[in-house]
């Protein structure tokens, strides 16, 4: 077989991640490769840890991006934060609570799930029932925004609620960081992780992470050493500690990092609040199309995502063939259900930079049109215009 270079189609990517890449993410990525000890790439890396701090809105030092996916980022809160025998609170309404379980049951801990229907925010009610049930919590884990179904949680509530009860808490912000308000410091979060490819529209393959001081004293503190060597934070902390002494731990993703300083630049300049406001502009505008079709969200108007659109696959209508066709004749993306959702709805993606009026555009139009070829029984003519009012609207 004759192999040639890899050149992938270009796509239009609105699923639940990655999103849409900026140029210029994609630009700085191919940068000259130096050292991961260059006095310029230190540099480049303390720029780096102040970007995350304004993205988390955070000042905690131990504020940095782990050198992996989003799932390394919650693995690297739960190898640190828990102990074996520790009991661990998980709120779990979606996939990702799932993993969270699977992670503490791995290091050793004793997990308690307190669920919630899949599609629902977490219930601050069964949360605080729990923590009254099980006086000897160490910390509760929960997921600000579950992309596996669209819904949004009061992350502030429930962790003023952990605190009450004496644990430290641990929150998945992988689709809400720069998309959705995120306040570490505001919100008192103790452990909190991320990933580049959702909201900040960064390549694949990072983590940002941040742990204020009352989480380091746990991880400072441990009877038992941190079971994963790459992810024990008082070994990483060496390389992306404090000062310009760093010490070789693992190799930096040195150009990957190069494009997440880049992203990060880009959302600086935006602004959080601009960025905000355009994910809700946006997402009010998919939203009008998609009703107007006659498609229904199945998540409640306060708990939805406007960055993680979950819509009802229309009776009848084969999903895999709609995505499918979407794929190949308008180059788009949109997401499958996941878990208990397979099959029931699609996940359309406004995030980042794929949070744009050309996307929505592309989108409507799109399953307008493939839908109604496919004599699904929604309503022509009508979403393009129910979608343009919004955006019209400054
Ligand atoms: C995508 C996602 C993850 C996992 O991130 P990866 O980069 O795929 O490892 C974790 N939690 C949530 C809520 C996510 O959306």
């Given at each position: 077989m004759l192999i040639h270079s890899f050149n992938p189609p270009v796509r239009t990517l609105m699923g639940p991640g990655p999103s849409d890449v900026p140029?210029?993410?994609?630009?700085?990525?191919?940068?000259?490769?130096?050292?991961?000890?260059?006095?310029?790439?230190?540099?480049?890396?303390?720029?780096?840890?102040?970007?995350?701090?304004?993205?988390?809105?955070?000042?905690?030092?131990?504020?940095?991006?782990?050198?992996?996916p989003g799932s390394a980022g919650m693995e690297t809160c739960f190898v640190n934060l828990v102990e074996p025998g520790d009991k661990v609170i998980v709120c779990q309404n979606g996939v990702f609570g799932g993993r969270m379980k699977e992670n503490v049951e791995r290091c050793g801990g004793i997990a308690v799930l307190v669920e919630?229907?899949?599609?629902?925010?977490?219930?601050?009610?069964?949360?605080?029932?729990?923590?009254?049930?099980?006086?000897?919590?160490?910390?509760?884990?929960?997921?600000?925004?579950?992309?596996?179904?669209?819904?949004?949680?009061?992350?502030?509530?429930?962790?003023?609620l952990a605190h009450k009860h004496d644990c430290l808490t641990i929150v998945d912000t992988v689709t809400s960081l720069g998309g959705t308000p995120v306040k570490v410091d505001e919100w008192e979060i103790?452990?909190?992780?991320?990933?580049?490819?959702?909201?900040?529209?960064?390549?694949?393959?990072?983590?940002?992470?941040?742990?204020?001081?009352?989480?380091?004293?746990?991880?400072?503190?441990?009877?038992?050493?941190?079971?994963?060597?790459?992810?024990?934070?008082?070994?990483?902390?060496?390389?992306?500690?404090?000062?310009?002494?760093?010490?070789?731990?693992?190799?930096?993703?040195?150009n990957a990092l190069y494009s997440l300083h880049e992203a990060l630049l880009i959302l600086m300049e935006e602004g959080l609040d601009a960025a905000w406001k355009r994910h809700h502009k946006n997402h009010l505008a998919l939203r009008a199309g998609l009703e107007a079709m006659g498609l229904t969200f199945i998540v409640k108007e306060a708990d939805r995502l406007p960055q993680l659109n979950a819509v009802s696959i229309p009776d009848g209508v084969d999903d895999a063939a709609v995505r499918s066709r979407l794929?190949?004749?308008?180059?788009?993306?949109?997401?499958?259900?996941?878990?208990?959702?397979?099959?029931?709805v699609w996940r359309i993606g406004l995030m980042g930079h794929s949070s744009r009026a050309e996307n929505i555009l592309l989108c409507i139009g799109a399953l307008e049109s493939v839908l109604g070829n496919m004599g699904a029984e929604i309503k022509l003519g009508v979403a393009l215009p129910a979608m343009q009012k919004v955006l019209g609207k400054s």
């Open positions: 140029p210029r993410v994609l630009e700085a990525l191919s940068r000259p490769t130096i050292g991961h000890l260059d006095p310029a790439f230190i540099t480049m890396m303390d720029e780096l840890k102040e970007l995350l701090q304004y993205a988390f809105q955070t000042e905690n030092a131990l504020t940095m991006p782990i050198s992996a919630d229907a899949w599609g629902e925010a977490i219930d601050a009610g069964k949360l605080e029932d729990a923590l009254k049930a099980h006086a000897d919590t160490r910390i509760v884990a929960m997921v600000h925004a579950e992309t596996s179904t669209g819904a949004q949680s009061n992350v502030a509530t429930l962790v003023k103790d452990a909190i992780y991320s990933g580049s490819q959702k909201c900040l529209s960064c390549t694949p393959g990072l983590s940002p992470v941040s742990f204020n001081e009352r989480a380091l004293d746990k991880v400072r503190n441990r009877k038992t050493r941190v079971q994963s060597w790459f992810m024990d934070l008082n070994l990483v902390m060496g390389y992306w500690g404090e000062g310009a002494k760093r010490a070789y731990h693992h190799t930096a993703p040195i794929l190949k004749e308008y180059n788009l993306e949109i997401g499958a259900g996941l878990g208990a959702l397979a099959g029931k």
